[in-house]
């Protein structure tokens, strides 16, 4: 087991730094670089605490649609070519329902203040 | 030789009785195609200038591109023709030692989609550009082929090839492409009726707009002969659309609007599943451009955190797939 703090609270504590301290000091390219440095880093603090739970209940959903186990990637992989094959599509049982939750959870991490994203999260 | 140095050396002979440059400036670049800007001292007047270039060795067009020649002649077409768009001043030579490239007119204006889609200042622009984007991209259709470069015809069962392709070339699975591809090759249309020439990347960022509405259209890099109706597509991408989603024209204004004034000004009806079906197409595109980046940034040498974070952009496309090919039903 390894020892406290977590990765999540070390990369709040840089994030914070960067975003009180050294943000008000740059300006121009180096000011929308460490922008999108920050992105990252929130991004990355939101997988780490979001990951393992998205990913569990994706193999769960991944499993009973393609009725066989395996690795995330192995079941993703198994899925792509199931739906390049024209075996599986928007017409298999579950199917939508799976690719809309996978596509949910990803979004919840990558972008969520995405538009579109809120607009489904939202339903408004 | 450096850029300063060589600009230095031609620009009497390329701008007759030019004196000088001052304030030159390199606005982007990556490792293929450079933009600077200057300006040229001239007695009777100084001239604002954009430069476009590819260094020697990067002149060959890699794959899609038309090429910095093509893109001089298609802006010069364009110009004479009406279409808002820089004057062509100039296109480098050998002896240059620039590479190839062209020097055009600096036109002044905002391209930053935020900017455009929020500022007071262009809150007139915002109400007319829907119905100005018909117009032009009415009359960039309306170019006579027989005077335009050499370009590559692109058909849809060629571009789902391509797009395929790519994406496998990524080795990383996601469902929603696959639906998204097979769809696409289940409700290809029929080879289009008219053949044109089609901008190919007609939207936010090769824009340039002031507070009365379209100044210039930029980035002729992806032009091709292929379906007009592309072009109506691209533009409503909702990749486009800056978080204004309900309005499909980049975030500015209705499908309507656009298809309106483009009936008017091309004589030629729109097709509007057809459109739907290059937004749908336009779509996956920006998605597996995304994923490009971020392979780009693995393979390096421009190793970039802004490259690393488009390559989570991918996502978004996605959920736009979605949306336009599963939408889920509310009560």
């Keep these: ?124 | 030789m450096t850029i300063e140095s060589a600009i230095k050396t031609g620009i009497a002979c390329w701008f007759p009785g030019a004196t000088g440059i001052d304030r030159l400036a390199q606005l982007s670049g990556g490792a293929s195609q450079e933009t600077w800007s200057f300006d040229v001292l001239h007695p009777s007047g100084n001239i604002a200038v954009i430069l476009r270039r590819a260094p020697s060795g990067y002149g060959a067009a890699p794959g899609r591109a038309a090429g910095l020649e093509a893109e001089a002649v298609l802006m010069q077409q364009a110009c004479e023709a009406g279409i808002p768009s820089p004057r062509v001043r100039y296109v480098l030579r050998g002896e240059d030692s620039l590479g190839s490239g062209f020097i055009m007119d600096r036109v002044e204006g905002e391209t930053i989609p935020r900017k455009i889609l929020r500022d007071a200042e262009f809150a007139n622009a915002r109400n007319m550009l829907a119905s100005q984007l018909g117009t032009v991209i009415a009359g960039i259709h309306a170019l006579e082929k027989s005077r335009l470069p050499k370009l590559r015809l692109m058909t849809v069962a060629g571009e789902l090839d391509d797009l395929a392709a790519e994406y496998k070339s990524f080795d990383w699975p996601r469902p929603v492409f696959d639906l998204a591809l097979r769809w696409l090759h289940d409700n290809a249309p029929a080879p289009a009726d008219s053949v044109t020439l089609v901008h190919g990347d007609f939207r936010h960022g090769n824009l340039i707009i002031g507070p009365e509405g379209i100044r210039a259209v930029l980035d002729w890099e992806l032009a091709h002969f292929g379906d007009p109706m592309e072009d109506l597509g691209w533009i409503c991408v909702n990749s486009w659309r800056f978080g204004e989603i309900d309005k499909p024209v980049g975030g500015l204004g209705s499908r309507e609007d656009l298809f309106a004034a483009y009936e008017a000004a091309a004589g030629r009806a729109v097709d509007v599943p057809r459109v739907m079906f290059w937004e749908t197409l336009g779509t996956l595109r920006w998605g597996i451009m995304c994923c490009g980046m971020m392979q780009r940034f693995r393979a390096g040498p421009d190793y970039s955190m802004e490259r690393a974070m488009i390559g989570r952009r991918a996502s978004e496309t996605e959920i736009d797939l979605l949306r336009l090919l599963a939408p889920r039903r509310r009560a």
């Design chain 1, 1 to 124: 087991m390894q020892d406290q703090p977590t990765p999540v609270e070390l990369i709040n504590a840089v994030a914070e730094f960067l975003r009180a301290d050294v943000a008000p000091q740059l300006s121009g390219h180096a000011a929308f670089k460490l922008r999108v440095g920050l992105n990252a880093l929130d991004l990355v603090v939101r997988q780490l605490t979001h990951e393992a739970s998205g990913d569990a209940a994706e193999i769960e959903r991944l499993s009973k649609l393609l009725g066989t186990s395996g690795s995330l990637d192995d079941l993703n992989r198994l899925l792509s070519a199931r739906i390049a094959s024209g075996e599986m599509g928007f017409q298999t049982p579950g199917l939508t329902e799976h690719v809309w939750q996978t596509t949910m959870d990803k979004l919840a991490i990558d972008q969520p203040n995405y538009a579109s994203y809120k607009r489904e999260r939202d339903g408004s």
